[in-house]
């Protein structure tokens, strides 16, 4: 069964919709840590591991249901606006048996164990694409994530990490950030849990090559804010905000940048570079 298909400009009101709607289940979350996590935490990092996982952070599938049927009635309501092609309906159909219909307890069960397989099972069982199972499987997840990246940020800010992957989820860097401190005290930034770290400025994050000829940097002169960080070894590239130069006087989202600088993405491409 086909993707959701809708005008772009709904997509993107949708995407928005979602996040704001998983920041404020992440507000109500609170997940304190007590000592002993605590001391979990200090140890994986201490060895260079990341520090979630489903037994340090469990979800409450009761909570997961929540989120996934007012994400299921934000893209209900996305595609109700104008009407829908039956393909989108079929869609619907089959993420309504999902996400409320009587294998749902299972479903979100599942879900908080983290059985990946068995999910990927239950939706192809309903022919429900898998980008899309796996969009709304992160956009479940997403508000643990960040709560626990929050709880987990004093630590962050003060251990030394250092390390190309993200030290609460241990995903790759989506996006750096040059910062005004230190010259542009060089960041990572993960758009799985939003967490962001300190990291050594010339070195590439996904091949370690710390040959500065061989590490290009690219900008246009109009919006020296924005930046790619090419590597010639590996060929990938990290889109950089460079705060130095950022004429924005809000604070800065690197979350909405990475969504917002999809023309860098293209002159990267042109440049022979890869995301991945
Ligand atoms: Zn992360
Ligand atoms: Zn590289």
Redesign the pocket.
Known sequence: MALIEAPPVDMILFFQKVRKAQQAWAQELSIPLSDEQKKQVLSLLSKKEHVWSHELFPFDPTKLRIYGEEILELLQSMLDRDGTSTENQETLFSLGQLLQGDGADEFYRLLAEGDFEALEKKGSALSIDQPLLHYLIRAMLKPYLLASAKALGDIFSTQEWNEPICPHCGSEPSMGRLSTEEHGKRYLFCSTCETEWPFRRVV?P????EDQYTLPIYYVEEERHYRIEG?D????YLKTVDERHYPKKESLDLYEEDVATVQLDLVAREKGLTQK
Do not use: P
């Open positions: 590439c996904f091949c370690a090559n590597c070894q590996c060929k990938r």
